[in-house]
């Protein structure tokens, strides 16, 4: 009998601490802040600021499978047929994408900066790690292809963008999508987790992970098991450059390589020395837009 009330008492710990890592990690109200931003006013450049200074942007809507009215901005200057949407990491929104909005509008790209669900003026109770992100960006290639049957699309996404753009690929695309860029991008919400409960808290991934899997499935309808983007890269034909800077320590670097050996369609990879994370882009600006520039430029014609 003590074994028995000793098990249930250590498996309601376990649960009530799985449920405390679900809140943590997938709950986008809780207390943690935009790990990615700067804290130093002096490290923003002006084209950091670009999207909230533009003032011909416009905010369009769409509606999910799940009923969720997500938002994001759409620039639509310029006359031309190529598009490029921007996605943003965990616990950012639209306006962190805006350097890679801003190249891309003076490359002559019309340009869609959506919130994922859950961040920023889109609708969502829970962070989707990427796996129902990827449904919600094929609604914007959707979108674009009410706007422009002939739309030329590239998908740029960093952190858990780039991871949302890689379950992207796995589906099965419109000849639209012509080029994926992927900025630091997690393997799988399940292995970026475990990696997390290691390297922040010294805990192990089993069972923790496991009980936290299944509380996401009843608050989040999905499995965190699910959401994977080397499983989808394998299954990609969509050419798709990899960046991830050497000294990124969110992300580990080490999953750069096993999602490019992952993936079966055309491929390249950029590296940046010193790079933290989600830092490449202003870490060697010139380095990084003469890659993706070249490696684009194959492709959207």
């Not at 639209?94 to 900066?113: C, F, R």
């Amino acid at each position: 009998m003590f074994i028995l009330v000793l098990l249930i008492i250590v498996v309601a710990i376990l649960i009530c601490i799985a449920y405390k890592l679900y809140n943590y990690a997938l709950n986008p109200n809780s207390s943690k802040k935009g790990i990615f931003n700067s804290n130093n006013k002096n490290e923003l450049r002006k084209e950091d600021l670009w999207i909230n200074d533009f003032n011909d942007k416009s905010s369009v809507y769409i509606n999910t499978f799940d009923n969720l009215r997500l938002h994001a901005y759409e620039i639509k200057e310029n006359k031309s047929n190529k598009w490029a949407i921007t996605v943003h990491g965990y616990t950012t929104n639209a306006e962190y994408m805006s350097s890679i909005a801003y190249k891309y509008y003076t490359l002559g790209y019309n340009v869609i900066m959506p919130d994922l669900r859950g961040h920023g003026k889109s609708e969502g109770h829970y962070i989707g790690m990427g796996w129902h992100d990827r449904l919600d960006i094929i609604k914007w290639i959707e979108y674009i292809l009410n706007e422009d049957k002939n739309a030329q699309i590239l998908l740029h996404g960093i952190s858990m963008g780039a991871a949302t753009v890689m379950m992207v690929s796995g589906e099965e695309l419109p000849k639209n999508v012509k080029v994926i860029i992927e900025d630091c991008g997690y393997t799988g919400a399940k292995e970026q987790l475990a990696y997390k409960l290691k390297n922040m808290f010294k805990l192990p991934s089993f069972p923790l992970l496991n009980i936290c899997n299944i509380i996401a499935k009843i608050k989040a309808k999905y499995f965190i098991s699910e959401a994977s983007a080397i499983n989808q890269i394998k299954k990609s034909n969509t050419p798709t450059l990899f960046i991830h800077g050497d000294k990124d320590k969110f992300v580990p670097f080490y999953m750069l390589n096993e999602l490019y050996d992952a993936c079966n369609a055309y491929k390249d990879k950029l590296i940046i020395n010193n790079a933290g994370h989600a830092k490449c882009e202003k870490v060697d600006s010139d380095l990084y837009w003469e890659k993706v520039i070249k490696f684009i430029a194959k492709f959207m014609k």
